[in-house]
């Protein structure tokens, strides 16, 4: 009984460290707005994020701006690098690569912000830190740091 148990903690386990590689194309939320590259305007009308300290109305999302994404990437090789590569592989958490292509933006900025309410109230982020089997600290940055590394993300 006991090594039945064992063997199917072992399974479950495997599967959800392959699982754990954010590929997943079904996390963009109903009525998530696929233009977000090019400062279309119409992009508030996207579904708001739970636990969210942000809607896609706050972001302003336009041009890319290099100013932003030089402090952003700055902050990623201090507080995010030993957890999350730029490429699709999994370090602890996800591989940034395409990352503002399957998530929201505001999602993605309620995630570094507000993380602790993201993962007691997001089904995503839910799925996530089952996936990965460890909790992502809050790193303590202040909303435009936040934005910073979000404008980063946009480049990778
Ligand atoms: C100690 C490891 C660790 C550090 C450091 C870390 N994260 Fe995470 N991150 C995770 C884990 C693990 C997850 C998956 C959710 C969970 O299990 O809590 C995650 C998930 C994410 C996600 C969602 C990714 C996706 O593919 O959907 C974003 C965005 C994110 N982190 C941003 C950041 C940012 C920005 C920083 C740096 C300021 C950072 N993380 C630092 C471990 C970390």
Redo the contacts with the bound molecule.
Sequence with gaps: MKTIWKTSLILAITTTIVA?G?SDKS?TPPGASAGGQGGNTSATEAAPATAGLFTAADLHLGDIDQGMVQKGKT??DV??Q???STGENR??????KG?TT??EPAW?MN??VN?DAM?SEDP??QK??E???????N?N?SKD??RD?LEF?RTL
């Design positions: 754990c954010g996390a902050t990623y507080k995010c030993a957890c999350h370090i602890v958490g996800p591989g940034w990352v399957r998530r993605i995630m570094i993380i993962l995503e982020a996530l830190l996936e990965c089997l460890v909790r992502m600290p790193q940055l740091e936040a590394v993300m």
